[in-house]
């Protein structure tokens, strides 16, 4: 494919996760809706490193719920496997933990306690979940044994807001629970993705986790960025989320970045193009459905258009295309344009803005479970249900 980059060899792993070694210390984060198979795919034809599958829910995974199977099955060639959990009831991500094991469905588990979306931190999860100290630990503590000789990762926010920091005490129980990394992403609940993120969040908990990688999540957009956070942090790792949209070629940049190579790929409009169709190809070798696969690429034509000459006629009908017929005939009718840097880089993804966390009543009033909010965590995890 026009524009792809490989690795090169290296004589040992730019970073170990349990047993797990990777050429790259980049790791692809989980994002609803977007790291599915084929996506991931994509990233790993452009460069190296773990790139972790949408998080699915433990309950759902328990219940074997159709879609939540497919968002955890892999494509042949994907090695290492990685998936990430959430959950809020120790015992069913117990669970759901021992099914991915015993059917030896991936290589990695990482846990996700950094979730900011108001579904999954009203019910007590994801970033608003290591608040509570003792249920923090019996969740991680329970994952890792359970997952036996699979590592077993976590990834986190700051904490719930600038007056209810989580991440340091959070990270030491991790560590101490035997999990292989632990990542962070440099913001709270609180600020979702708005703002900048706080690096020298990064650099205390690396001071504080001395045994284990320590990963940074946040404000990664060029191969730069990920110099200077490992270089500002000393962090052992990146963590890379939005940055990515719309450009799987990313991590080819990294490679060559890690390597300390100074070529980037700078694609022209019709090779940007043509990284666009082979996406919809392989979202249609996934779903199985030619609509559907082109139902789902129609969300990523603003992320590949970002900074390019693309008509509003043509974004529009992009972004309706129903075969991949539609989109050889589209892109046949738009002349190339060649890379503009002031268009193209920078933020991706919609940042928000800062709000309070939808929050359990009276989370806030204890970093203790009160017995109501112990049972009441458990019949929402029994109400969830999909990936």
Request: aromatic residues 6%; glycine residues 10%.
């Amino acid at each position: 494919m026009t524009g792809t980059q490989t690795t090169s060899a290296t004589t040992a792993p730019a970073l170990r996760i349990g047993p797990i070694a990777l050429e790259s210390p980049v790791v692809l984060a989980p994002m609803a809706g977007v790291t599915n198979t084929a996506f991931r795919r994509l990233c790993r034809e452009h460069g190296a490193g773990l790139y972790v599958a949408e998080m699915v829910t433990s309950r759902a995974l328990v219940e074997r719920g159709e879609e939540t199977m497919r968002l955890l099955s892999h494509h042949e060639s994907e090695t290492p496997r990685s998936v990430q959990l959430y959950g809020v009831d120790p015992a069913v991500v117990e669970r759901a933990v021992r099914i991915i094991v015993d059917e030896d469905r991936a290589d990695h588990i990482d846990l996700n306690f950094g979730c900011p979306v108001p579904k999954v931190t009203r019910r007590g999860g994801g970033s608003a979940l290591p608040w509570k100290h003792e249920l923090f630990r019996a969740i991680v503590e329970r994952a890792v044994r359970a997952a036996g000789d699979v590592p077993v990762t976590v990834k986190m926010r700051t904490g719930i807001d600038d007056d209810h920091l989580t991440y340091l005490e959070a990270g030491r129980a991790a560590e101490a629970a035997g999990v292989a990394a632990v990542s962070l992403h440099g913001r709270t609940a609180a600020q979702h993705y708005s703002g900048q993120a706080d690096w020298s969040a990064i650099a205390r908990l690396k001071e504080a986790v001395t045994s284990i990688p320590v990963l940074g999540n946040g404000d990664v957009w060029q191969a730069e960025d990920a110099l200077r956070m490992m270089h500002e942090t000393g962090c052992d790792g990146v963590v890379v989320g939005r940055g990515c949209l719309g450009r799987p070629w990313l991590f080819g940049d990294l490679v060559a970045a890690f390597e300390g190579r100074e070529d980037r790929f700078r694609p022209s409009l019709h090779q940007v193009l043509e990284v666009f169709r082979r996406h919809a190809e392989l979202l249609v070798e996934f779903f199985g459905e030619e609509d559907r696969a082109c139902r789902d690429i129609r969300k990523h034509v603003a992320w590949y258009g970002k900074g390019y000459p693309i008509g509003g006629d043509t974004r529009r009908a992009l972004a309706a295309v129903s075969s991949l017929a539609e989109i050889d005939e589209l892109v046949a009718t738009i002349p190339d344009a060649p890379y503009d840097a002031a268009g193209v880089e920078g933020q991706r993804g919609r940042a928000g803005s800062p709000k309070a966390p939808a929050l359990p009543d009276g989370w806030l009033e204890s970093p203790e479970l009160s017995p109501a909010q112990r049972e009441a965590l458990i019949e929402d995890e029994s109400d969830t249900r999909g990936g």
